[in-house]
């Protein structure tokens, strides 16, 4: 092969005809290397073996064994689309086609048949504009590389000085990067409670060498005792996360930085613990970053594999032991999940770390992560809604006093209500939690368990709920108990059972406290009357045994409730909903029904003895009149049974429009259904 041969840019050109394949190959031999495939699976063999070698690919739509189409499947599933452009050479010219193919990612389009000067431009056109993608990445890369290696050699430098006042080896803080690095990337895949980006991960890793930095203050003889610290030695040495924490809070600069804010959070929070008993604020849980928990665990690991003045090296194994059963302290369970899983990983990813600058494998992740970002990742908006969501339920779950729990199959956990752990004596979070000895089997029995995930299994998407009763142990005492869950189903075309929420109920205590929720769950809490969903489950059942009763079903709206909001503020507007709400409950007679719809809008379910219009006045002269100097004045649309049978959606939907029409005539109008289409066939005459 000659030089000028080595040198040409190569082309797959994919097409089942060789007669195309012959025409393609004389327009472009003479300036680029050719390489023949007759049809989609060939082209993928291909593909493989020359990978990003291959400047363009010319791919036909119809073909034999796989078509073009399939071909740009496997070119997504495998990300080859991202570094190799794809032209689509067809006669099939169809909207549809070209649509289709441009969502699958090509770049360009020619027909059949083929115009040379076309061709060629269009070759030339795609693979310049690739090779300057290609430059623009690699310049970004380099950028980004030379950002990291000044700000990774500052860091290192400043880090290394406080390593060598404590005696500890140079390879500590580029452990703790590594381990950081390394238990952030696998908590974003098993959990998307800490959605974060590449970049981000990389930058807490930075911070992650500033650990220490106010050991700087801590005087020598304390920093190398080889013995025991005494408790007045040991208090001084905690101030290091304090005094850390106060260098970096008190920049002159930079203190917008989200690295300068990680690692204050990363100086001062990294020796907490899980259950509060770290320092220096004894934060709990959730209430230390998630960083300062990651580079906790990460610091407790290197320490103890670590040889220092006062102890010999652990052996790695012996080392995730100790942590996970909590020699060290305890810590989130997800981060000791992240330990375990990533632990046959570990010595080696360690044993090949060197100083130096940032690892180019890492540096090429950012840089794909900032170029092509995943379409699922979340707005900082929803995070901060769902984290909004995520304290007010956990706030509403410790004001409740009620043993409310989530279980989740992947990881296996069970967590549980502050006041539940506390009523059951049992940790809030229980990771494993089915296995043989864990303490749920204190609680409720095995059999009752495996009965209860069959059942819930059992669900479906619309229908989740299930009610279980059984009994547990409640401070050794058996006791009945009622547990209502709702069964997880993943969002996918076939759907999967991922877990359930859900709270027990102690049946002995709780009967009128259960009376009482069921009465909430079915009342308006401002007006006390029943609200819609509960009304419309009993007017669809009244109707139904309604045993040749004549009723009508009026809609009710409050006319000018915004006078009376602006009149006296809106506590004044819900006191005239409230007397509204009380007259239509004063002249409930059997079998009737009063409801509140939403809002200024009432629902009145009455006996028509006579007729609609009977009706209406009773309502209105109940309502109607001065509250407070402010006259009240309704809107009503009415449907009887005797015109519109008993179907409960025909009546609502019949009122609904009379209600409309009435209150486009202005305050105080009443109409039924028969009176607007009375209307509507006068206007049509």
């Given at each position: 092969m000659s030089n000028e041969q080595e040198l040409k840019q190569k082309i797959l050109i994919v097409d089942d005809s060789e007669m195309n394949r012959a025409i393609l190959t004389d327009m472009l031999e003479s300036e680029y290397e050719i390489i023949e495939a007759e049809n989609g699976r060939e082209a993928v063999n291909l593909i493989e073996k020359h990978g990003t070698e291959l400047s363009v690919i010319l791919l036909d739509i119809v073909m034999p064994e796989m078509d073009g189409f399939g071909v740009l499947d496997v070119m997504n599933r495998r990300h080859w689309i991202e570094d190799i452009p794809v032209i689509m050479i067809s006669s099939e010219s169809g909207s549809s086609h070209m649509k289709r193919a441009y969502e699958?990612?090509?770049?360009?389009?020619?027909?059949?048949?083929?115009?040379?000067?076309?061709?060629?431009?269009?070759?030339?056109?795609?693979?310049?504009?690739?090779?300057?993608?290609?430059?623009?990445?690699?310049?970004?890369?380099?950028q980004i590389d030379e950002n990291e290696k000044q700000s990774t050699l500052m860091i290192d430098i400043l880090s290394h000085i406080v390593e060598f006042r404590n005696g500890e080896s140079g390879l500590h803080v580029l452990h703790i990067r590594v381990l950081t690095e390394l238990i952030l990337k696998h908590l974003v895949e098993i959990t998307d409670r800490y959605p974060f980006k590449l970049e981000e991960i990389?930058?807490?890793?930075?911070?992650?060498?500033?650990?220490?930095?106010?050991?700087?203050?801590?005087?020598?003889?304390?920093?190398?005792?080889?013995?025991?610290?005494?408790?007045?030695?040991?208090?001084?040495?905690?101030?290091h996360t304090t005094i850390g924490a106060e260098m970096l809070e008190n920049l002159a600069f930079h203190q917008d930085e989200p690295l300068v804010k990680e690692a204050y959070a990363i100086c001062r929070w990294h020796h907490e613990r899980y259950d509060g008993r770290g320092y220096p604020d004894g934060l709990k849980g959730d209430e230390i970053p998630i960083s300062a928990q990651v580079v906790a665990l990460a610091d407790v690991y290197d320490a103890l594999t670590s040889e220092r003045v006062y102890k010999k090296a652990f052996p790695h194994e012996e080392?995730?032991?100790?942590?996970?059963?909590?020699?060290?302290?305890?810590?989130?369970?997800?981060?000791?999940?992240?330990?375990?899983d990533i632990a046959d990983i570990l010595q080696e990813k360690l044993g090949s770390v060197t100083p130096g600058r940032t690892n180019e494998q890492e540096l090429q992740e950012i840089l794909e992560d900032k170029l092509h970002p995943k379409e699922n990742s979340a707005s900082e908006r929803t995070l901060q809604l769902l984290e909004r969501e995520r304290m007010k339920c956990s706030f509403y779950a410790s004001m409740s006093n009620e043993i409310q729990f989530e279980y989740s199959m992947l990881p296996p956990m069970v967590t549980l209500s502050a006041w539940g752990a506390e009523k059951l004596q049992l940790p809030e979070t229980i990771m494993d939690p089915f296995k043989e000895g864990s303490p749920i089997f204190s609680i409720i029995g095995q059999g009752d368990i495996e009965e209860?995930?069959?059942?819930?299994?059992?669900?479906?998407?619309?229908?989740?709920?299930?009610?279980?009763?059984?009994?547990?142990q409640i401070n050794g005492e058996s006791r009945w108990a009622r547990v209502v869950c709702q069964a997880l189903w993943s969002l996918d075309e076939e759907p999967q059972f991922t877990g359930a929420i859900g709270k027990?109920?102690?049946?002995?205590?709780?009967r009128m406290r259960m009376d009482a929720l069921?009465?909430?769950?079915?009342?308006?809490?401002?007006?006390?009357?029943?609200?819609?969903?509960?009304?419309?489950?009993?007017?669809?059942?009244?109707?139904?045994?309604?045993?040749?009763?004549?009723?009508?079903?009026?809609?009710?709206?409050?006319?000018?409730?915004?006078?009376?909001?602006?009149?006296?503020?809106?506590e004044f507007g819900n006191q005239v909903l409230i007397h509204v709400a009380e007259r239509l409950?004063?002249?409930?007679?059997?079998?009737?029904?009063?409801?509140?719809?939403?809002?200024?809008?009432?629902?009145?379910?009455?006996?028509?003895?006579?007729?609609?219009?009977e009706a209406a006045e009773r309502i209105a002269g109940a309502v109607e009149g001065d509250y407070e100097d402010f006259q009240i004045s309704i809107c009503i649309g009415m449907a009887g049974t005797n015109h519109m049978g008993i179907d409960y959606d025909v009546?609502?939907?019949?009122?609904?429009?009379a209600l409309c029409a009435a209150k486009k005539k202005g305050f105080g109008q009443k109409m039924s259904y028969l009176e607007l289409i009375s209307e509507k066939q006068e206007e049509k005459l």
């Open positions: 699958l990612g090509i770049t360009d389009y020619i027909s059949r048949p083929f115009d040379v000067t076309v061709v060629h431009r269009r070759v030339v056109n795609t693979i310049m504009l690739y090779a300057k993608q290609k430059k623009l990445a690699a310049l970004v890369m380099e990389s930058m807490i890793s930075t911070a992650s060498a500033l650990h220490d930095i106010g050991k700087i203050s801590i005087p020598g003889e304390i920093l190398n005792k080889p013995g025991r610290l005494t408790k007045e030695e040991f208090d001084i040495m905690k101030t080392a995730v032991r100790m942590i996970c059963n909590g020699e060290c302290g305890t810590f989130n369970p997800l981060i000791l999940k992240c330990l375990n209860l995930s069959h059942i819930l299994r059992e669900t479906s998407p619309q229908e989740p709920v299930v009610r279980y009763d059984c009994k547990v027990a109920v102690d049946i002995h205590d709780s069921e009465k909430m769950a079915s009342h308006d809490p401002m007006t006390k009357l029943l609200n819609y969903d509960y009304a419309k489950t009993r007017i669809g059942e009244r109707l139904k045994v309604g045993g040749g009763k004549k009723y009508v079903l009026m809609l009710i709206d409050v006319d000018g409730i915004k006078k009376a909001n602006d009149k006296g503020g809106r409950r004063g002249i409930l007679g059997e079998d009737e029904i009063a409801a509140r719809i939403s809002g200024d809008e009432f629902l009145f379910l009455a006996k028509c003895d006579s007729t609609m219009e009546l609502f939907h019949g009122a609904d429009a």
